[in-house]
Nanobody, 125 residues
């Protein structure tokens, strides 16, 4: 079984910064061979989950609302993805979820659309 574990959430004042990290791991150490896409989604109170940023083979995609403020990066060797968030607004408040798609293990098993448990970010105005 493959899992994603997020860290880095918390309370921050408007205008501040936070950095989220997400680590992908398998049941056995080193069992992940490759991951096609990794990204971040968020769900604000009373709203649907939305894409914040994703990265696939070096290309990145951002929601219009975070362009110029958030940066997604990835360490393929460590199976990790990061989200640097600057100039945070109260509208950025929500639960942030790490997502990975097409995780291929060394035993040839492919996992689709794997989600982390989510980490809460609260931006106070």
């Amino acid at each position: 079984q493959v899992q994603l574990v997020e860290s880095g959430g918390g309370l921050v004042q408007a205008g501040g910064s936070l950095r989220l990290s997400c680590a992908a791991s398998g049941a056995a150490s080193g069992s992940i061979f490759t991951i096609n896409t990794m990204g971040w989604y968020r769900q604000a109170p009373g709203k649907q989950r939305e894409l914040v940023a994703s990265t696939t083979s070096g290309s990145t995609k951002y929601a219009d609302s975070v362009k110029g403020r958030f940066t997604i990066s990835r360490d393929k060797a460590k199976n990790m993805v990061y989200l640097q968030m600057n100039s945070l607004f109260s509208e950025d408040t929500g639960v942030y979820y790490c997502n990975a798609d097409r995780i291929i293990t060394r035993t040839g098993v492919t996992y689709f659309e794997v989600w982390g448990q989510g980490t809460l970010i609260t931006v106070s105005s």
